[in-house]
């Protein structure tokens, strides 16, 4: 039984004497942990960053927090309580919801007859926590805990609450969670009619495809064609030029899973962060299961602003979305963001998204950085894996943000408003491309996605099966984002006007179209060697040549796409590699009829990419390459 110091515990303010005791940077320094010049230094930066003085001390690495911890008890003479010693009761822990606990980061510890302890991290914000607990019929009284260790004993106590809410965060309507095996039995149904009805009457079958390529071909082209354009033409919406008066805390989620390969590289590149320590909140999300990336983890020494949070094992559910929204609750940050575990952002990425964030107005709620690769050279298929992503990210992307079109996000180096994405309801933890679910949620809430001028290398997926693996998982995402969202189309057309749901038309169906349609486009090029082909009896020479006309004409805005993302990501040197394009793509079509088959089957199957494979060019080639993460025109 742990004694409770009640001499000290219960003073005549509800929290002793903050403003009548010494300081805590004065506790700190004549205990001898800090210098006078490390606190004035400390003090110092407190007028520029939204953090506690503790955690600037902690975030420069000149103080401990179990030091700042004891001195805060000194200055406020409050007892340290040890969660994990002494756990707290389960009820008392029912006397508030879970939502109470997390928002405030306070837990009940024990009873004491009619006092109740109150684990708290923050003793200077306890008034609102005593007055919200005052109809419990208890004395309340603070006690100190870390934040971490109070996280540690929510997760704990409240284990089944939130993995069941981490799995259904997203409302119904907008979730693929209810996808089971008689949802999809409707368009299962429906596609073998189809197929029936084809193979019957052959002549119009044929004409309905034909008709279909075309149509998802045009929506591809207007969509490349005026994200290129307004990429050339239209300004940046705002300049960026300095930080807000005082920096907020931003909060970055690392899913990691089975990355042994990948743990010390990463926490390397965590630390040529520039953005102030203090104000870094860096979650390693790991699965409870995952014994490979704890070991890897266990011979690191982590910095003091990463930490480590478990997904407990519940359910035969296991996907980044899921491990997302479970973090997303123990998250401090006003701004959070998400990096992949083979992730190598920009060291000042952080400041670029504060700063765009702080000039942006409040419906810009979602920032999307660069994504590139910093392994080009590795082969044919990492070359053009960086050509395609330039072209995205640089030119195409950044082109239908500004038009105010429906963005796809990227699935990492993304930043919310965290309440915004609160409001959101996360990430649907069943769908398998849950970034892009997201970009259309958030619009269709009336909310923007802004490019942000910064960028983020990772891996190439440069191996030819893993490469169809992580594209057939993003081709069924798209498969399952675009049902989910056109089971009530005049709702979704209401929710985003007519310009965005042609948009959201053309990126879903002209994506997937180009991938399950391309063997029909193949088909065109017969005319050119007068060969036989399925289209003859249904149409005139002249027609097909025409089609192929269009189809030259998206082959050549690909290739200017792909030539001005290059430029723009200060990549020159692979120009010569992006007519070898039209042979990368059609492998792509294996991975669409992988991603259909398993939308049938294996609907939520993540098929995880693993990393670790690739050399890394050097940190100086990155840095060459990041000087302009964004064009000019950007």
């Known amino acids: 039984m742990v004694e409770l110091n009640l001499k000290r515990q219960i003073p005549a303010e509800p929290v002793p004497g903050l403003h009548s005791r010494k300081p805590l940077g004065a506790c700190l320094r004549d205990q001898g942990v800090i210098s006078e010049a490390q606190l004035q230094q400390a003090l110092h930066l407190q007028t520029r960053q939204n953090a506690p003085l503790g955690e ?33 009761p389960e009820e008392l822990c029912a006397l508030k919801p879970l939502e109470f606990w997390l928002t405030h980061n306070v837990l009940p510890w024990m009873r004491v007859g009619p006092i109740l302890p109150i684990a708290t991290a923050r003793p200077d914000r306890f008034d609102t926590v005593s007055t919200a607990l005052s109809d419990t019929g208890y004395t309340i009284v603070p006690v100190l805990a870390g934040a971490e260790q109070i996280d ?55 004409t309905a495809l034909l008709w279909t390529t075309l149509a998802t071909l045009a929506l591809f082209l207007f969509l490349r064609v005026s994200g290129l354009i307004a990429h050339l033409t239209l300004r940046n919406p705002r300049l960026v030029t300095a930080d807000p008066i005082r920096l907020p805390c931003v909060s970055i989620l690392v899913p990691l899973f089975k990355e042994k390969e990948i743990a010390e590289i990463l926490i390397a590149r965590l630390r040529r962060l520039t953005y102030p320590k203090a104000l870094l909140d860096i979650i390693l999300v790991l699965e409870e299961q995952d014994s490979v990336t704890k070991a890897a983890l266990n011979n690191i020494e982590l910095p003091s602003w990463v930490r480590v949070l478990e997904v407990p094992k519940r359910g035969k559910l296991t996907t ?81 943000a500004r038009l105010g079109l429906v963005v796809p996000l990227g699935g990492t180096t993304f930043f919310f408003r965290r309440d915004k994405l609160v409001e959101l309801g996360g990430w649907d933890a069943h769908n398998v491309t849950e970034d892009a679910d997201l970009g259309v949620r958030l619009c269709r809430a009336g909310y923007k996605t802004e490019i942000v001028s910064t960028a983020t290398y990772e891996e190439a997926n440069f191996r030819a099966w893993p490469w169809v693996k992580q594209r057939s998982r993003w081709l069924k995402g798209f498969m399952v984002t675009y049902l989910v969202h056109m089971r009530a189309p005049l709702r979704l057309l209401r929710d985003l006007g007519p310009l965005r749901f042609l948009g959201f038309q053309a990126f879903f169906l002209g994506t997937l179209g180009q991938f399950l349609l391309a063997p029909v486009l193949w088909v065109f090029w017969l005319t050119f060697l007068d060969l036989p082909h399925p289209f003859q009896h249904i149409t005139t020479p002249d027609f097909l040549r025409n089609c192929i006309y269009l189809l030259l004409a998206a082959e050549a805005a690909n290739l200017l796409v792909g030539m001005l993302g290059v430029i723009a990501g200060n990549r020159r040197f692979l120009l010569p590699w992006v007519p070898m394009m039209v042979l990368y793509f059609p492998l792509g079509v294996l991975a669409a009829y992988k991603g259909l088959w398993e939308l049938a089957v294996r609907p939520f199957f993540w098929d995880k990419t693993q990393h670790g494979h690739a050399v890394e060019e050097s940190e100086a080639a990155i840095s060459r390459a990041g000087s302009h993460p964004v064009s000019a025109g950007s």
């Open 56 to 88: 600037i001390l902690v975030g420069e690495d000149w103080a401990s927090r179990a030091e700042v911890l004891s001195a805060l008890s000194e200055q406020t003479g409050l007892q340290i309580a040890d969660l994990d010693q002494t756990p707290p």
């Open 152 to 206: 540690t004993a929510i997760a704990r106590h409240f284990a089944a609450d939130l993995t069941e809410a981490a799995e259904t965060r997203v409302d119904l309507q907008q979730s693929c969670r209810n996808w089971g095996a008689t949802a999809r039995a409707r368009p299962i149904t429906l596609v073998v009619l189809l197929i029936t009805l084809c193979s019957l009457f052959p002549m119009l079958g044929l």
């Open 320 to 400: 980044k979305p899921r491990a997302m929204n479970y973090a997303l609750d123990f998250c401090r940050g006003d701004i959070l963001g998400v990096w992949d575990a083979e992730d190598a952002p920009m060291p000042d990425q952080i400041e670029s998204v504060v700063r765009h964030f702080a000039a942006a107005p409040e419906d810009v709620v979602c920032l999307q950085g660069v994504l590139d690769y910093y392994n080009p050279r590795t082969n044919w298929r990492s070359r053009c894996f960086t050509i395609e992503y330039s072209g995205w990210f640089r030119v195409i992307l950044s082109g239908i």
